[in-house]
Nanobody
Framework: QLVESGGGLVQAGGSLRLACVDSDGTLEYYTRAWFRQAPGKEREFVSAISWGDHDIKYAESVKGRCTISRDNPRNTVYLDMHSLKPEDTAVYYC??????????????????????WGQGTQVTVSA
């Protein structure tokens, strides 16, 4: 089970650290990713990281402002976000995928490849 935390209200230009813990440790070797969904919009890819950190990807909209990392002994993935903008406002979801070729196939941005999701954490950036 994935459980996200760290969301909140922040002013534009501020920072947040989101965390996603695999609470029962059953997703240890899975690729993990962050997606976000703004009101009235589709859930969109933000960032993904493979189990061994060999593959890391970011959406163009957050590249240079976000850093994904994982602490495998703690079954936790983090998303550090800086220089936040009002358009970053969304519910942020953590997902996990067992597909071994997720990065080589280019499918890491597709939400249907992730079979496990958390409940989401709200991020609100005020202007």
């Amino acid at each position: 089970q994935l459980v996200e935390s760290g969301g909140g209200l922040v002013q534009a230009g501020g920072s947040l650290r989101l965390a996603c813990v695999d609470s029962d440790g059953t997703l240890e070797y899975y690729t993990r990713a962050w997606f976000r969904q703004a009101p009235g919009k589709e859930r969109e890819f933000v960032s993904a990281i493979s189990w061994g950190d060999h593959d890391i990807k970011y959406a163009e909209s957050v590249k240079g402002r976000c850093t994904i990392s994982r602490d495998n002994p703690r079954n936790t993935v983090y998303l550090d976000m800086h220089s936040l903008k009002p358009e970053d406002t969304a519910v942020y979801y953590c997902g996990a995928s067992m597909r071994y070729d997720l990065f080589s196939s280019g499918r890491y941005t597709s939400k249907i490849e992730y079979g496990h999701w958390g409940q989401g954490t709200q991020v609100t950036v005020s202007a």
